[in-house]
Structure formats: C-alpha cells, structure tokens
C-alpha cells in the first residue's frame, strides 16, 4: 500500500488530502481561515498565523498518525510563472519539507493552479486529460484565467495563459456584491443560495478584449441596482448571470482558434451549480466540458496529493 500526502495552504483555506493507492480513494480535511464581519480577506501576515495555527487541527482531523506515507505534494506558489508568489504558501512548503525530512521521503512541489486543475480532473474522472492538450478555465478570487495545458515530464502540466479578466476576478466580483449585501466573507454560497430565491430572467452583453473580459463594470451595476432597492436575491442571481455569458464568451473565442480541445473548469467560483449549468447547457455536444465537484472545485489539497501520486505511482488511478 502507498500513501500519498497533499497539503495545500491557499489565502481562503488550509487543507491537506491523501491518495490511497490500494483502495484508489481521496480522504480530504480543510478548514476555511476566519475572516472578520464585514472584512474582504486577510492580509497575508494574518493568513501565514492562522495557517501555523490549523494545519496541526487540520492533519488530526484525518487521523492518519499510524500511516506510512510515500510521498508528500505540496503547493508552494499561486501558478508556475515567474515572480508568482504569496507567503500564505510558505506554511504548505515549510511543513512538507519537514515531514519529508522526517519521513525520509520526496516532497514534490507544484502550483496552486496544477493542484486545482489535477483535483478537477480526478473529480470528473478525467485524469487521462493530462497525456493530451486541453483547456481549463480557473476561476475564482485571484483568477479567471482560461489556460492551456499540455503534458510535460517536469511538471506534469505545462500551463501556458491565453485569456483573463483584465481587472476584478470573478471570485472578487462575488465577495465584493456579498458583502455589499451583508453576507459573510467567503460569499459564494450565501450569495448562491440567495440567487436561487430568484425567478427574475437577466440578459448580460460581456465586455471582451480580445479573448478576455473586463468585469469592474460589473461592480458597478449591481452597486446600482443596490441603491435602487433591488432585491437581494435579484441582484445574486444578475451577478451569476452575468458571470455565466462572460465564462460562455471567453470559452467560445477560445476556442474559435483552438478547436476541438475539450474544456475544465476548476475554482471557486465554478462550484456554483447554476453557472455550471449554464454552461453545460450552452455548450452540450457541441464542445467536451467537465466540472470537478463542489469540494473539489473550491481550495483543496486534493490535486497536491494527486501530484505526489502521479510521480511516485503513475499507474495507481
């Protein structure tokens, strides 16, 4: 039997996960890092403490003291660009490393991108995807990127970008309307269980350049709506919709120049069932899409420990 360990120390949640080679099964733990009322995220000085603070609660909660483990991957930058780096990522590397030292065995290192992107693929069972060129779409509050990835013996996935919102990321957009409406920091539940009280239908005309979006506009809008007394959950449900046709249009320019490729979403914001939907419905046979699961979707280690997997025990899924 092996072992793998994930750990995955993002700006939202601390999170570690494990691939069970024998049984072919994930166990997951993560803890989202407490923000104030009112407040839109933490400072990264705040994020690195709480981090020091869950990751031993976050490891007990799996109860995996007694195990053997064969490797460890950990995510130890936002993406695999130059000069991408946060601190908060620093607790994940500083941690493996000391286990790996301890345990005597290897640490893998990767991005927060690849492990979103491999957790979606092993979610939607489409792990096969990394031997092949593909889009995914990350989206969440510090991207909304559509990237192409190909397969690459150093790095498991060679991401390289080709479109982006040119301002507010989706995830931002979402946590700035939910606070404007009261709601706690991370916002995207509450704001889509609002949404869903909503019978209003929304038309929304994207703002592109190019292959990408502006979405500040956005922010604007629903202030507006705020300040004409619209209700709560009409205003959720137009910020979703107008996600939705931007995510829909970035996706169809995308792939005017590079058909025939099929399409991952992964991130945060992509665990919403009604933007899902929208574009599972919007595209249907005409283009392959796949969607990781809500635990999935959002921050994980999932894809870290997917990561180790991949290159202590490649043919284990």
Known sequence: MALYLGLDTSNYTTSIAVYDTDEKKILQAKKLLPVKSGQKGLRQSDAVFHHVVQLPEVLQELNISEKKFAGIGVSVRPRNIEKSYMPCFLCGQSTAKMLGHVLNIPVYQTSHQVGHILAGLYSAKKLAWRNQKFLAFHVSGGTTDCVLCEPDENTILAIKNISSSMD?????????????????????????????????????????KGLSCCMSGLENQCAGMYQDNMSACDIAKFCFTAISEILKKMTSLVLEQVQNLPVLYVGGVMSNQYIQKQIAEYFDSKTETAFAEPAFSCDNAVGTAVYATLY???DSF
């Not at 700035?176 to 929304?204: D, H, T, V, W």
Request: positive net charge.
């Open 168 to 208: 507010l990321k989706a995830g931002q957009l979402i946590d700035r309307i939910g606070i404007m409406l009261g709601l706690n920091f991370p916002c995207g539940k509450e704001l889509e269980q609002l949404a869903m009280q909503s019978n209003k239908i929304f038309k929304y005309k994207p703002v592109m």
């Open 312 to 314: 202590g025990s490649p």
